[in-house]
C-alpha cells in the first residue's frame, strides 16, 4: 500500500475524470491523475503511483532506479503487482 | 564493507560512508527514521552495518499498517460481518490480528471481504453491485488519504448511496512531536518519510527544529539516498546549523502537492484526539470526514463496537514504534511472533520494523557478527 510504483502515461482515456491508461509494472492499467493535474502531465510522462493514484511526476531515470528498488524487495513488491494485476480502476 | 559493493554505486556508497564516518568522529548519534519505507531499505540493504558504530538508527512510527490500534481491527470486522455489506481492503490490512481474529478469518466464517490495490477499485464494486453496500477501510497517511478523498468527491459526484469509508487516515506530524516529547528517548535527529512529504512537503516539519532543536532530512528510499541524508544531517550538527533540508528533491517540493492539500482539506477534518499502537490517544492526528461526507462515513452508517484493546501483554510493539527497543529485542520476536503467526502490527506489513528485520536484517547481522563487525 505504501510503495510508490513507477508508471509511464500511454493515453488519457478520460479527461474529465482525471483517468487515464499507463504502463504500471508489465501491465496496463488504468490510473487517476487528478493530483497531478497542474503539472499538466500527459502521454509519454513518468510518474510515482500510490494505490492507483499519480502521486508525483518523475524522470525516466527515477523511474528505472525506483524500479530496481522495489525489485531487491521481494515479497512486498510481488504482492503489490499482483494487486495492480488485478486492479480494475474505471 | 561487504555490503557496500551490492549498492548501486559503491565507489558512491563508500564516499558517503566515509563521510558520515569523519562528521560522526567520537560522538554517538542517535537518528530516527519515521518512515517504514526507509526501515524496509535500512534492513534490506544491512545499512545499520555500513554504517560507523558511532551512528544509530532507530526506527520511527511511519507503518500505517502497524499503528492501527486493535479496537480498529475490530470494528472493521463488525462492519464487515454486517449483512449486505462487501468489505474492501488493502492487501496489508489482512492479517492484522483484531482481539479475536483477522479479516482474513472474518472472510472465511463468511464474511464478503476483498481485498483491493485501490479506494478506485471499491468504488467500482459499489457501482457494479448496487444491491449491496461497500465498505473501503481507509488506512495510511498523507500518501494515501487524498485517494480516499478523490474517491469520495467522485462517489458524491456520480451519486452513489451504496458507498461509505470507514476512516482510520493518520498524519505523520503529530506523532513525531509525542516521539519528542516522550521521556527517555534521546534522539539526534530525523530522516523524514519520502512519500509523504510529496503532499505536504517540507513546511509542516519546521517545529523540528524551531522547538526542539533537532535537525530534519528529508530522504529517497535508496540505499545512497539514506546515507547522504545521514551526512547532511551529521554536517548540519557539525556546522552548527539545525534546519530542515531535503535530500529526496527528485520527488519532493517545498510546498508539496497543493491540489493533494486542497482535496484533504475538503473531504477531511482533524479528529480531537486518535488512539495509536505504542503511542497511546494523540490530540488531532488523525482524519475523519467532514458532515458533507456523512453519507459516506461508515462511522455514521454503522453501530461500532468502539472498545479499547489492550495490546496483547508479550507483545512489544509500542516500544519498537517508539524506538525504545530493537525488533529482535523483543520477547517474543521470531518465536511466537513471526510473519506467518504475526502477534503485533510491527510483524505484520512488509515495512514493519519487526517483518523487514525477520527477512532481512537478522542475515546482515549474522554475516556482520561472522565478518566481525559490531552487529548493533
Known amino acids: 500500500m505504501c510503495l510508490g510504483i513507477p508508471a509511464e502515461l500511454v493515453e488519457i482515456v478520460d479527461p474529465d475524470r482525471h483517468l487515464a491508461k499507463a504502463n504500471v509494472a508489465g501491465v496496463r492499467r488504468t490510473v487517476n491523475i487528478g493530483l497531478l493535474v497542474d503539472e499538466g502531465v500527459g502521454p509519454g510522462d513518468w510518474v510515482l503511483i500510490h494505490v492507483g493514484f499519480a502521486m508525483s511526476k518523475i524522470d525516466e531515470d527515477e523511474a528505472r532506479r525506483a524500479m530496481e528498488g522495489l525489485q531487491l524487495m521481494g515479497r512486498a513488491y510481488t504482492d503489490e503487482v499482483a494487486a495492480i494485476a488485478a486492479s480494475r480502476i474505471g | ?376
Open chain 2, 1 to 376: 564493507m561487504r555490503f557496500v559493493d551490492e549498492y548501486r554505486d559503491p565507489v558512491a556508497a563508500r564516499a558517503l560512508v566515509d563521510r558520515i564516518t569523519e562528521l560522526a568522529g567520537d560522538r554517538h548519534f542517535k537518528f530516527m527514521e519515521v518512515c517504514g519505507g526507509h526501515t524496509h531499505t535500512i534492513y534490506r540493504h544491512g545499512i545499520e552495518h555500513v554504517l560507523p558504530p558511532s551512528v544509530e538508527l532507530v526506527h520511527g512510527p511511519g507503518c500505517p499498517v502497524c499503528v492501527i490500534p486493535m479496537g480498529r481491527i475490530d470494528d472493521a470486522i463488525s462492519v464487515a460481518r454486517a449483512p449486505g455489506v462487501v468489505f474492501t481492503t488493502f492487501g496489508d490490512m489482512m492479517r492484522v490480528p483484531g482481539s479475536s481474529g483477522n479479516l482474513l478469518e472474518a472472510k472465511a466464517s463468511g464474511a464478503d471481504v476483498r481485498f483491493v490495490y485501490s479506494p478506485l477499485d471499491a468504488l467500482r464494486i459499489a457501482r457494479e453491485t448496487p444491491d449491496r453496500h461497500v465498505v473501503f477501510f481507509a488506512v495510511g497517511f498523507e500518501t494515501t488519504a487524498p485517494s480516499t478523498a478523490i474517491t469520495l468527491l467522485r462517489a458524491r459526484a456520480e451519486g452513489l448511496t451504496n458507498f461509505s469509508v470507514l476512516c482510520n487516515h493518520v498524519t505523520i506530524v503529530p506523532p513525531i512531536k509525542a516521539i519528542l516529547e516522550s521521556p527517555g528517548l534521546r534522539l539526534d535527529g530525523f530522516l523524514g518519510p519520502g512519500h509523504v512529504s510529496t503532499v505536504i512537503g517540507q513546511r509542516p516539519y519546521r517545529f523540528v527544529p524551531q522547538v526542539y532543536g533537532k535537525p530534519l532530512v528529508t530522504a529517497g528510499f535508496e540505499p545512497l539516498d539514506i546515507l547522504q541524508a545521514i551526512a547532511m544531517l551529521l554536517a548540519q550538527i557539525a556546522e552548527g546549523r539545525c534546519c530542515v533540508e531535503n535530500q529526496y528533491t527528485r520527488c519532493v517540493r517545498e510546498e508539496g502537492n497543493p491540489k493533494a492539500l486542497e482535496v484533504l482539506a475538503e473531504v477531511f477534518e482533524l479528529r480531537p484526539h486518535f488512539e495509536w499502537r505504542g503511542l497511546g490517544f494523540i490530540s488531532q492526528s488523525a482524519l475523519r470526514l467532514r458532515d458533507a461526507f456523512a453519507d459516506f462515513d461508515a462511522e455514521k452508517r454503522f453501530e461500532l463496537p468502539g472498545v479499547r484493546v489492550a495490546d496483547p501483554k508479550a507483545c512489544q510493539c509500542g516500544e519498537v514504534l517508539k524506538g525504545v527497543i530493537k525488533p529482535w529485542e523483543c520477547k517474543v520476536f521470531g518465536t511466537a511472533c513471526t510473519p506467518e503467526t504475526p502477534i503485533g502490527t510491527c510483524m505484520v506489513s512488509s515495512e514493519g520494523a519487526c517483518a523487514a528485520y525477520y527477512n532481512f536484517g537478522r542475515l546482515h547481522r549474522e554475516v556482520a557478527v561472522s565478518l566481525g563487525r559490531a552487529a548493533s
